[in-house]
C-alpha cells in the first residue's frame, strides 16, 4: 500500500509518517506543499523526512496557485469570517489538498494522510476537497484512529521508535505559516484572558516599536484584483511579499480573536495578516467610488456566506463556485487605486481614484451651487418615504398610544 502524507516535519507529522508505515504496513510519500511558509521550515521537512525513511519526498511549490487561485479570489470577494478573519489557513488548504491527490495520482498511491486533529477544522477542509477532486480517495487521519491523546503521548512515541526530531519545532503553541499570514493557537493561547507572548509574531513589528514616521503605500486594481504596488507592476507572488514587507514593519494586521469553528466549539486564534489586511482596506476604497450602491450592498450581504464557505472546508463546493461567479462579475467595474496611510499598526485611506470606472462626481456632491441637483426635489421624495411611517403613527396617535 501506498500512501501520501502531508508532510511538515513536525511532532506531529514525524510520528504520524511512523505511525501508518507500521500500523498500515505502507509505503509513506512525504509531501510538503510550499504555500509560503519559508525555505528553512521546507529545507528542515526534507531533511526530517529523509532521516524518517520516507519511500520519497515530494516538494512542489504552490505559492503561484495559491495568490492566483485562492487570495485573489478571497479578496475580490472581501472574505472575512466573523468580521475578523482574513481566512489565511482555510485559504491554503484547497491547494495543498488538490497537491495531495495529484501526487497520489502519480504515484499510484491508494490513500492521503494528514495530520489534522479531530477537532479541528483543517481535517474537513483537507477532507471536503479531496473528495470533491476524487471521490474514491481514501484518507487516513491518524488522530481520529490511534490512542495516542497529545503532545506527551507523541513524545514518548517518537522516543520509543526511534524518531529523529531535530527539525521539529517545539513552541508554547501550535503555529502554521504561509505567504498570506502566520496563525497561532493551542498551548498558551488557550486561556482567552491571557495575552500572546510578546515574542511570538513572525511577520509584524509590534506596533508600539514600529517607526515614529508614517509611511504611504498606493495599490492599484484591475478587475478587482490586485496589480501594482506604487506604481510597481508586480506579480502575485511578489506583490503578497511586498506588501507584507511594508504592512509588517509598521505592525499592520495583528488580530486576536475567539471564533466559533465549524465543529461546533470556540477557539481563540491569532494571526498576522499584514499584506491581505492592506489590500482589503485598498480594495473596499476602489470599490466605494466605482460600485453602484445597491450592488455594493447587495454584494456585502453575501460576504459572510462567502467567508463562512471558505472557513468551513467548501472551496470545490458548487455554492461556494457560484457565488465567486457573481463576486467576480461586480469586480468588472472595480479598476483604480487606493492610497493608504500606515502608522504604527493603524490604516487609513487618505486618497481613492479611478480613471476609467469611478461613479463619483463632484458635481453632483458638492455644497457649493450646481446645475445639477433640484435640492427642492428632496421634498417629495422624503414625503413619499415617509408616508408610511406617517400613516401608521396617525393610527397609533388615534389608538391612544
Not at 365 to 393: C, K, M, N, P
Request: hydrophobic letters at 45%; glycine letters at 8%.
Amino acid at each position: 500500500m501506498k500512501v501520501v502524507l502531508a508532510y511538515s516535519g513536525g511532532l506531529d507529522t514525524s510520528v504520524i509518517l511512523k505511525w501508518i508505515q507500521q500500523t498500515y504496513d505502507a509505503e509513506v510519500i512525504a509531501y510538503t506543499g510550499n504555500v509560503g511558509q519559508g525555505s528553512d521550515e521546507i529545507d528542515k521537512a526534507r531533511a526530517a523526512a529523509a532521516k524518517s525513511g520516507a519511500a520519497d519526498i515530494v516538494i512542489e511549490d504552490l505559492r503561484e496557485q495559491f495568490v492566483r487561485e485562492c487570495i485573489f479570489p478571497a479578496v475580490r470577494a472581501n472574505a472575512v469570517y466573523e468580521w475578523y478573519y482574513l481566512l489565511g489557513t482555510a485559504l491554503a488548504r484547497p491547494v495543498i489538498a488538490r497537491g495531495l491527490v495529484r501526487a497520489a495520482e502519480r504515484f499510484g498511491a491508494e490513500a492521503i494522510a494528514h495530520g489534522a486533529t479531530g477537532k479541528g477544522n483543517d481535517q474537513i477542509r483537507f477532507e471536503l476537497a479531496a473528495y470533491a477532486l476524487k471521490p474514491d480517495i481514501k484518507i487516513i487521519a491518524p488522530w481520529r484512529e490511534w490512542d495516542l491523546r497529545g503532545r506527551s503521548d507523541l513524545l514518548a512515541y517518537a522516543a520509543a521508535h526511534d524518531i529523529d526530531l531535530s527539525a521539529a519545532h517545539k513552541p508554547e503553541y501550535s503555529m502554521d505559516a504561509n505567504l498570506m499570514h502566520v496563525s497561532y493557537e493551542g498551548g498558551v493561547l488557550e486561556d482567552p484572558w491571557k495575552a500572546p507572548p510578546a515574542s511570538m509574531f513572525r511577520m509584524t513589528t509590534d506596533p508600539e516599536d514600529a517607526p515614529d514616521v508614517p509611511a504611504w503605500v498606493t495599490i492599484e486594481f484591475e478587475c478587482g484584483s490586485p496589480v501594482a504596488v506604487n506604481g510597481e507592476a508586480l506579480e502575485p507572488v511578489a506583490l503578497i511579499e511586498r506588501l507584507n514587507a511594508i504592512g509588517g514593519a509598521h505592525g499592520v494586521g495583528r488580530v486576536d480573536i475567539v471564533e466559533n469553528r465549524f465543529l461546533g466549539m470556540k477557539s481563540r486564534g491569532v494571526y498576522e495578516t499584514p499584506g491581505v489586511t492592506l489590500l482589503l482596506h485598498a480594495h473596499r476604497a476602489v470599490e466605494s467610488i466605482t460600485l453602484d450602491r445597491e450592488v455594493q450592498h447587495l454584494r456585502d450581504e453575501l460576504v459572510p456566506r462567502f467567508a463562512e464557505m471558505v472557513y468551513n472546508g467548501l472551496w470545490f463546493s458548487p455554492e461556494r463556485e457560484a457565488l465567486q461567479q457573481f463576486m467576480d462579475s461586480v469586480q468588472k467595474r472595480v479598476n483604480g487605486e487606493a492610497r493608504l496611510k500606515l502608522y504604527k499598526g493603524h490604516v487609513g485611506i487618505e486618497g481613492r481614484r479611478s480613471e476609467t470606472h469611478t461613479l463619483y462626481d463632484e458635481g453632483i456632491a458638492t455644497f457649493e451651487a450646481d446645475d445639477v441637483f433640484d435640492q427642492s426635489d428632496a421634498t417629495g421624495f422624503i414625503r413619499l418615504l415617509a408616508l408610511r411611517l406617517r400613516t401608521l403613527a396617525a393610527h397609533r396617535i388615534s389608538e391612544g398610544e
